[in-house]
């Protein structure tokens, strides 16, 4: 080890390290740092064992992972795929974005939307969904009592500062965004603004991805005439759904999203339709399930278990209740 990288590893020790190596004198950092070295010498790989940190050993965009991630394991879903990797690449190969990435994720339930979040996160941070830079919100769990909701805000807004203080590039999820108190989202809405700083500091390299059912009707209505007139389900466009989407989102009077300032100050930046998923959709789920176990390829049990789902409209059977999402118990079933 050159004393460059001698530098270096005292100064991940600072950085990373935690509390309690800052208070101890340079002297003594610098004496430790040296006995390390000698150790660090025979075990190379140590490095990996520290503590995960706000820097780019841990945080980096790997657009080509994401893109192959969405084709090879993202099912079903074309439109949404390319509107993600879009956004998403832009934003992060933005050095200064003027906001943080604000997207909202719509469609009916199983059809992919906590997935693509996981993808998402596995392609910017080195420990994905684990790592401690990404935070995820459900309101059932996190806010269940509406009685409570003056705590919550506060709560909420102070674990969004303290987060985005440690790291700028904190991803946060807010699943089932649709049950969730309109004061609640009321009091997200600062930290997607477009401020240079908010008290000192800067929200604009964080991720804030919504999560919602929300639209998931109007845009399986469309799939469905779509589907009815015969054509590829890839030449389904976005401004076919966009239409649909936003009346269910912006018209709905019951939805929580519709009372906030988030949609009329613009403060979303991508609205992405997911698809109810088809038969087809579910086999390709249930054989994926199967390489993830590491077992060898089954199409008749993936058949099996996509067969024994319930699929609507009732006249015609095209899409899973479900989406691919009861496949994994499912499987235990048959194993
Ligand atoms: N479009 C899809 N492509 C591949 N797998 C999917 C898809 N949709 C759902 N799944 C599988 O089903 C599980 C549940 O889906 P999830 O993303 O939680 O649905 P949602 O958040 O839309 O309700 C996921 O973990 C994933 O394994
Ligand atoms: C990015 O992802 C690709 C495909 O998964 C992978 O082969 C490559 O090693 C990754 N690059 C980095 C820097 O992690
Ligand atoms: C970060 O968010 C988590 C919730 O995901 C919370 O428990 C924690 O206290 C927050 N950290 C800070 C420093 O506010």
Not at 59 to 80: P, R, Y
Not at 189 to 201: A, C, R, T
């Amino acid at each position: 080890m050159n004393s460059r990288q001698h530098q270096t590893l005292l100064l991940l020790l600072l950085v990373c390290g935690g509390g309690a190596i800052e208070i101890i004198s340079t002297g003594i950092a610098v004496g430790m740092a040296a006995a390390l070295t000698g150790f660090l010498a025979s075990y190379p790989n140590i490095f990996y064992y520290f503590h995960e940190c706000c820097r780019a050993e841990w945080i980096s965009f790997n657009k080509t992972g994401l893109q192959a991630d969405l084709e090879s394991q993202l099912f079903g879903q074309h439109i949404a795929s390319r509107i993600i990797l879009k956004a998403v690449t832009g934003f992060m190969n933005n050095n200064n974005p003027k906001k943080p990435l604000v997207l909202s994720l719509h469609g009916w339930t199983g059809t992919g939307k906590n997935f693509v979040s996981q993808l998402i996160a596995d392609n910017i941070y080195k420990k994905g969904m684990d790592s401690s830079f990404v935070h995820i919100f459900t309101s059932e769990l996190h806010f269940p009592h509406a009685s409570q909701i003056e705590t919550y805000k506060t709560q909420l807004q102070h674990w969004i500062r303290g987060n985005v203080t440690n790291c700028a590039h904190s991803m946060f999820i807010f699943d089932e965004m649709d049950k969730m108190h309109p004061g609640l989202i009321d009091s997200i809405k600062p930290f997607v603004d477009y401020y240079e700083k908010l008290d000192g500091v800067s929200y604009r390299k964080a991720i804030f991805i919504f999560l919602s059912n929300a639209g998931g009707e109007s845009i399986t209505h469309t799939t469905l005439d779509f589907w009815k007139t015969g054509k590829d389900r890839e030449e389904l466009a976005l401004k076919d759904v966009e239409m649909s989407l936003s009346l269910a989102v912006f018209n709905n009077k019951n939805s929580g999203l519709w009372h906030t300032s988030l949609i009329d100050k613009n403060l979303v930046d991508f609205f992405v339709p997911f698809l109810p998923l088809e038969y087809r959709h579910v086999v390709q789920c249930a054989m994926a399930e199967m390489e993830a176990r590491g077992l060898p390829p089954n199409p008749d049990l993936a058949n099996q278990v996509a067969s024994e789902l319930t699929y609507f409209p009732k006249s015609d059977r095209v899409f899973s209740v479900k989406g691919c999402k009861t496949i994994e118990s499912k499987l235990d079933y048959y194993l």
